[in-house]
Structures are given as C-alpha cells and as structure tokens.
C-alpha cells in the first residue's frame, strides 16, 4: 500500500469548479460504501478535505488502481464535467510532501494562513470517527502535523500571519474610508463567521449582527456576542446592512438576486458590499451586474490584498526545502513500520493455521530463528500468495521470532 492523492485548489480552478467537489461528511460515508463495492481489499484507508480553496483526497491503495479510484470518485461525486487537466495528483514522497505543504499553510492561496491546519486536522479526525483510518494512513498524517508545527516554529511563516479573516478585514477597508460606521451582516454562525467577528470587532466596527439556520449565540468577549437572526430574516437584515460577509455551510446560495434588488429599493440605492467567502457560494453571483453591488468571491481576495507577500514567499520556499529534507527522514522510517504492520498481520494469520504441536514449539522456545522462518515461509506457500512468502522472505528472522513471541503472548 502506498500513499496517494488528488484535488483541485484556487491554482488550477476557479470557485465555480471548487464548489461542485466537495468531500464532506457524508460523501465520506458514501464513499467508503461505494470504493468497497468498486475495489474490495484494494484501498487501505482515505480521507478528504475541502475548504475555501481547495478539495484534496488522500488515500493509501494498491498502486495499480489510482487511477480508476480517480475516475471512479469523479463518476460517483458528479463532477465529470471538470477536466481532467483542472486536477493534479501525487503519488509516495511527493504525496507525503503535497501533504505537509497544505497543512503548515505554504500551499494556500494566503500562503501561511493559519485556518488551513485546524481544518486539515478536522477533516483527518471526522474520517478517524468514521473508522476510515488506518495504520497506514495514520503514520503519515501524524507525522505531517509534527512536521507542520515544526515548520511554524523554525521559520517566519508564522510571523504577522494573515488569514482570511484579516484579509477580509483589509478587503473592507480598502472599500469604507471610515467601516467604523457601516453595519454589518454576517452569514452563518461557524467557526469563520466567528473569527470574522472578532477581527472586525476589535479593528473597531460593532455594529454587526448575524443570519444562521440555527440560533446559537456568537460568543467574542465577555462584553460582546451576537445571537444570529434566523434565515427568514434575511430580507429585513438585508436592507439594513452596508457590508454583507458570508461563510455559510449551505449546497444553494442563500442569497439570491431578488433579495438583492428589493434591498437597494429599501435603501434607496445605498451602495452595498457583498464579500461571500463560502465554497459552495452562499450568494448568487448574477447580484454583481446590479447597480451600486459590490461582490467578492474567495477568488478575489488575495488578488486584492498582498500585505507581506514578497516576505510570505519566501519564507514558503525556505518551508519547502525543510520539508522535503523532513519527508526524506520520515519516510523510510514510516515505509518500515507500514511492512512490519503488514508482517505482523500476515504472520498472525498463519499461525490459525498452526497444529498444537507447533504452537506448543513456540511457546517453549524449542524453534530457532531460522527453523521458525522456515515454518513460515512454507506455510506461506501453501496460502498461494507470493506477496505473502515475499514478505516473509524479506524479513530477518530475529524479526520473525520477536513478532511471534509477542503474538503468542497476546493470544
């Protein structure tokens, strides 16, 4: 089994593709069903992730089928309308590589934003829940996430670091000579809308309120917190609101063209700003051919601001490098544990096979090192798998004997 991946992200699509692959919750569960039936004992374990600019699928499979399970989750998922050519994909140490990349933040369209690792490890816990990791998989994500924080730590990535959050802020600012005095209209009530809040919060703007399918209340500070109105609200809020900032979690947009117009009425032509930092989209893109409507995508966000982007370079080079010469440490010692994994497994099966006079050898030490191998190897054989006595053959037989006698002890 060996680590693989594939994905679209803001350099190779816009938001209209990112929108359409999604891997959330229940595409997992769905998947999980689906790539069983499709390639029964041929993919390990997976996990996928999507945010704001990209959708990744990791997995650890058979290295003779990555891309029928390419294929397989573009049919499945509805997406064949993309090209091809709109996906990358990597494969072992350039996969291991990609990996670190996106979760320490250097491969993000901020590069060092600081959500992308909180969103990596979410996405990497929810598949956990769902039973789709395994050992595998495991050792590389563990490893990728002590390898993010290094990076965060040995160099100045981290420094002055941005997010989306402050570069909405930065976005609002460049629009309003004074937002201090401009309402605000959040849309949704998740961890984004709450950082949002609190970055425009402490720049000074408090006049914000909030929509969310759900009433759950905002909390920011002791002396502040926002209780969001419900989605029927939306008209009245609407009118009401200067600048419109979304990042619900929804598969249609919440807010439609009409809702627009009727607001400008209210408002008499009032100008308004809409920022929709959602994939899928919570706002209908056709408001931006409306008179006095402001709307900015995720996409248009780092064209717009570049605040230390020269320094954010090259700190990601310098990130690179330390993770290329990281991966190439990590990665023989991760392979190792992944085939002593399988041996154990493998030998563990056998041994159902053993008579008692064999057991009994085994537990009183009466084999050694190389008689047991043996008795393995030829066990093997008789099983009809190659990859089986391959992996025996290949393993010293002090290994053989110390899986073993922790086998049998365990039994």
């Known amino acids: 089994m060996n680590l693989y991946l594939f994905g679209i992200n803001h350099k190779t699509s816009d938001v209209s593709e990112r929108e359409r692959f999604i891997i959330n919750e229940s595409a997992q569960i769905f998947l999980e069903n689906y790539l069983k039936e499709k390639f029964p004992n041929a993919i390990e374990s997976f996990f996928g992730i999507s945010t704001c600019n990209r959708t990744e699928f990791f997995f650890t499979a058979m290295n003779d089928i990555t891309d029928k399970v390419f294929y397989a989750i573009k049919h499945a998922l509805d997406i064949d309308q993309i090209p091809d050519s709109h996906f990358y994909s990597y494969s072992n140490d350039d996969a291991f590589i990609h990996m670190c990349k996106v979760a320490s933040g250097i491969d993000s369209q901020v590069i060092g934003e600081q959500e992308i690792f909180g969103q990596f490890k979410d996405a990497y816990k929810t598949a956990d829940e769902l039973g789709?990791?395994?050992?595998?998989?495991?050792?590389?994500?563990?490893?990728?996430?002590?390898?993010?924080?290094?990076?965060?730590?040995?160099?100045?990535?981290?420094?002055?670091?941005?997010?989306?959050?402050?570069?909405?802020?930065?976005?609002?600012?460049?629009?309003?000579?004074?937002?201090?005095?401009?309402?605000?209209?959040?849309?949704?009530?998740?961890?984004?809308?709450?950082?949002?809040?609190?970055?425009?919060?402490?720049?000074?703007?408090?006049?914000?309120?909030?929509?969310?399918?759900?009433?759950?209340?905002?909390?920011?500070?002791?002396?502040?917190?926002?209780?969001?109105?419900?989605?029927?609200?939306?008209?009245?809020?609407?009118?009401?609101?200067?600048?419109?900032?979304?990042?619900?979690?929804?598969?249609?947009?919440?807010?439609?063209?009409?809702?627009?117009?009727?607001?400008?009425?209210?408002?008499?032509?009032?100008?308004?700003?809409?920022?929709?930092?959602?994939?899928?989209?919570?706002?209908?893109?056709?408001?931006?051919?409306?008179?006095?409507?402001?709307?900015?995508?995720?996409?248009?966000?780092?064209?717009?601001?570049?605040?230390?982007?020269?320094?954010?370079?090259?700190?990601?080079?310098?990130?690179?490098?330390?993770?290329?010469?990281?991966?190439?440490?990590?990665?023989e010692k991760i392979l190792n544990k992944i085939r002593m994994g399988l041996v154990k497994n493998n030998l563990q099966d056998l041994l159902e096979s053993f008579s008692k006079e064999d057991i009994s050898k085994l537990k009183n030490g009466l084999l050694d090192d190389s008689s047991l191998t043996n008795i393995f190897i030829n066990k093997a054989h008789e099983s009809g798998s190659l990859e089986l006595v391959q992996n025996i053959k290949s393993t010293e037989t002090h290994v053989i004997k110390k899986i073993v006698k922790g086998l049998i002890q365990d039994a």
């Open 132 to 331: 789709l990791i395994n050992y595998g998989l495991r050792l590389y994500v563990d490893k990728t996430l002590e390898i993010s924080k290094k990076i965060r730590t040995s160099t100045k990535i981290g420094i002055n670091p941005l997010s989306v959050s402050g570069l909405t802020l930065n976005l609002v600012r460049k629009i309003f000579e004074n937002p201090e005095n401009q309402k605000v209209l959040i849309i949704g009530a998740g961890e984004m809308a709450k950082l949002i809040i609190e970055t425009l919060y402490k720049s000074g703007i408090k006049d914000i309120s909030a929509i969310n399918r759900s009433i759950k209340i905002i909390n920011i500070s002791e002396n502040f917190n926002v209780l969001p109105l419900p989605l029927s609200a939306a008209h009245k809020a609407l009118e009401e609101a200067d600048i419109i900032i979304a990042s619900a979690t929804t598969s249609i947009p919440i807010i439609g063209k009409g809702a627009v117009e009727s607001a400008l009425t209210a408002r008499k032509n009032k100008p308004m700003l809409f920022i929709d930092l959602a994939v899928p989209r919570n706002i209908e893109s056709e408001i931006k051919s409306l008179e006095q409507v402001y709307l900015f995508s995720i996409d248009d966000i780092e064209k717009i601001t570049k605040d230390n982007f020269g320094e954010r370079l090259a700190e990601a080079e310098k990130a690179s490098n330390l993770i290329v010469d990281e991966v190439r440490q990590a990665n």
